[in-house]
């Protein structure tokens, strides 16, 4: 049955390899006859046909097989080409034929295509064939007693050839076992070295998580704590009286809440995954509560406040925490670049995004820096606190809630921080 699909490479060459073979035994039968027509034993004619013949078959099999196809299943192939060495030895003296010298090729092939039992049965049927030739086309002269030992002979070493084959395929048949088990476990060896490199890393992140999140706390508890310190100072001095009291008094009882609220991330720390933002715990905030909140925990003092808040009684839903630390952050970082300038801060909210600007005069940023100052452990110029963690924990705070943020160079001088939320207004 003619077989079209896809074979592998290796099985290609073998094919091949086959299809040229037979074609040089043709072509070597067909010159040993024009050389020395002798060897037909008085029937060229008959030679010269089945030479022919088998010349058109095996350019017809090597057509087909250069073009991708296989007009026969090579067990069949080699049916045929045995039929046709013991016809060829048939009409080349039997016996004393020399074209037994194809035999063997034509047992090896069958073996090699067939496996152990096949090829020395086939073996065994060619030895069969050959005694049969040898008792038919041997010449006259040539003893009975001679043609069944000929037979014989090449029987045995006919089949003496497959059996060495056998041993020969299972010999390879073992060593591709053994390489296939090599590789094998080279490969489990090798995945389990990737899993074992991957949980050491998932390990390593998570240690680094926990440690950025303590680091990112106690950044955060600095200014808060500074604030407290100033704020009880005072009080306790009674230096402050009436209004600016009772402005204490209420400023001791956000830094308070916001207190409380970075233990609470303190504690999605320890018991979480190791995120050094928390978790998110959203409710209404007023824009303009949130600007002057922002302002005091920065310490920007009184005269220096620029803040703008559009709509005036505008109040979103959203992660206070998280925001006011942002902002916070950026407020410090404006004001403690700035000397005595003002700080400005914008707050709109816009068709369901928070807009906040963060100008100040300071020095700005060198050239290309914008994106480098947000790293983490990045310091430039003199910045106080733990060095490089205040802009990378606002990057990461943006980030979490899906803002984007931008460091731009103000006109006259200085910087603006530039960022937008995606946050609803509070009903």
Not at 96 to 106: F, G, Q
Not at 175 to 183: D, I, L, N, P
Not at 305 to 314: H, I, T, Y
Not at 348 to 365: F, K, N, Q, S
Request: aromatic fraction near 2%; charged fraction near 20%; include cysteine.
């Amino acid at each position: 049955m003619p077989t079209d699909g896809p074979r592998p490479a290796l099985q290609v060459l073998e094919e091949r390899t086959a299809v040229v073979i037979r074609l040089l035994v043709v072509c070597s039968v067909g010159a040993a006859l024009l050389v020395e027509p002798g060897i037909a034993r008085g029937r060229a004619a008959a030679l010269g046909a089945l030479v022919v013949a088998t010349l058109l078959y095996a350019l017809v099999l090597a057509a087909a097989e250069w073009r991708g196809r296989r007009p026969l299943p090579p067990r069949l192939a080699t049916s045929i080409d045995a039929v046709l060495a013991l016809l060829a030895c048939g009409f080349t003296g039997g016996a004393d034929s020399v074209m037994v010298a194809i035999l063997p090729l034509v047992v090896i092939a069958g073996a090699v295509r067939g496996g152990v039992v096949v090829g020395r049965l086939g073996a065994l049927a060619v030895g069969a064939g050959f005694t049969a030739a040898a008792l038919a086309g041997s010449d006259p002269h040539v003893a009975v007693r001679d043609r069944w030992l000929a037979g014989a002979w090449w029987t045995g070493y006919l089949v003496a050839a497959a059996v060495l084959v056998g041993v020969l395929l299972r010999m390879l048949e073992r060593q591709f076992e053994a390489a296939a088990e090599s590789r094998a476990r080279a490969r489990a060896e090798h995945e389990a070295f990737l899993e074992e490199r991957d949980l050491r890393a998932r390990l390593l992140a998570a240690q680094q998580a926990r440690l950025d999140g303590v680091r990112v706390v106690l950044h955060e508890f600095r200014t808060p704590v500074a604030s407290l310190t100033a704020l009880t100072a005072d009080l306790a001095a009674g230096r402050l009286a009436g209004p600016s009291r009772d402005a204490a008094t209420a400023l001791l009882a956000e830094h308070a809440v916001h207190l409380r609220d970075m233990l609470d991330g303190l504690a999605d720390v320890a018991v979480g995954e190791g995120s050094p933002l928390g978790r998110v715990r959203e409710r209404p905030v007023r824009l303009r509560e949130l600007a002057d909140a922002v302002l005091d925990a920065a310490g920007v003092a009184p005269q220096r406040r620029v803040p703008r808040v559009e709509p005036q009684d505008a109040a979103v839903r959203c992660d206070p925490q998280r925001l006011r630390r942002v902002l916070t952050n950026l407020v410090e970082n404006a004001a403690r670049h700035s000397g005595s300038a003002p700080v400005e801060l914008d707050l709109r909210h816009v068709d369901g995004r928070l807009v906040a600007e963060v100008r100040d005069r300071g020095p700005g940023l060198p050239p290309g820096q914008e994106g480098v100052v947000t790293a983490k452990g990045v310091a430039l110029g003199e910045r106080r606190g733990t060095a490089g963690l205040g802009l990378w924990i606002v990057e990461a705070l943006v980030a979490a809630m899906d803002g984007e943020l931008r460091l731009v160079a103000r006109e006259g001088g200085g910087l603006v921080a530039h960022l937008e939320l995606s946050v609803p207004a509070a009903p």
